[in-house]
Nanobody
C-alpha cells in the first residue's frame, strides 16, 4: 500500500504561480512513475505531467508544456509541480498518482497506468 498526500493548492490570479507537493508513504521502494492529473467540473480526469522515478525523465501535456515543471525528491519520497503563468482554464482538482507495478506498455498519460491516488487539492485561477 502507498499513501499519497497532496498540498499547495489554492486561489491565485491569472498569471500567478503555485507549487503543489505530494508526499508518498508506505511501499515507496517500488515506485516506477509518479504523475499529476487534474479534473475540472464536468470533465474527465486528464494527464498533466509525470516523472520516471529512477531516471528522472519527464513528460507533459501539451497544454502545460513550458509553464509547469514536475520534479522529485527521492529522499523525501515526494513529487512537486511548479505551476507558472497560470490560466483560468487550469482551474481543477489536481491529483497525485503513483505507479508501483513493473513498467508496462500502458502509456504514461493513461490514468489506469497508476496504482494509487491522492485525495486531490483544489487549484482555482481567477481571471
Amino acid at each position: 500500500q502507498v499513501q499519497l498526500v497532496e498540498s499547495g493548492g489554492g486561489l491565485v490570479q491569472a498569471g500567478g504561480s503555485l507549487r503543489l507537493s505530494c508526499a508518498a508513504s508506505g511501499r515507496t521502494d517500488d515506485t516506477v512513475t509518479m504523475g499529476w492529473f487534474r479534473q475540472a467540473p464536468g470533465k474527465e480526469r486528464e494527464f498533466v505531467a509525470a516523472i520516471i522515478w529512477s531516471g528522472g525523465a519527464t513528460y507533459y501535456a501539451d497544454s502545460v508544456k513550458g509553464r509547469f515543471t514536475i520534479s522529485r525528491d527521492n529522499a523525501k519520497n515526494s513529487v512537486y509541480l511548479q505551476m507558472n503563468s497560470l490560466k483560468p482554464e487550469d482551474t481543477a482538482v489536481y491529483y497525485c498518482a503513483t505507479q508501483v507495478r513493473p513498467t508496462m506498455s500502458t502509456p504514461i498519460h493513461y490514468p489506469r497506468r497508476y496504482d494509487y491516488w491522492g485525495q486531490g487539492t483544489q487549484v482555482t485561477v481567477s481571471s
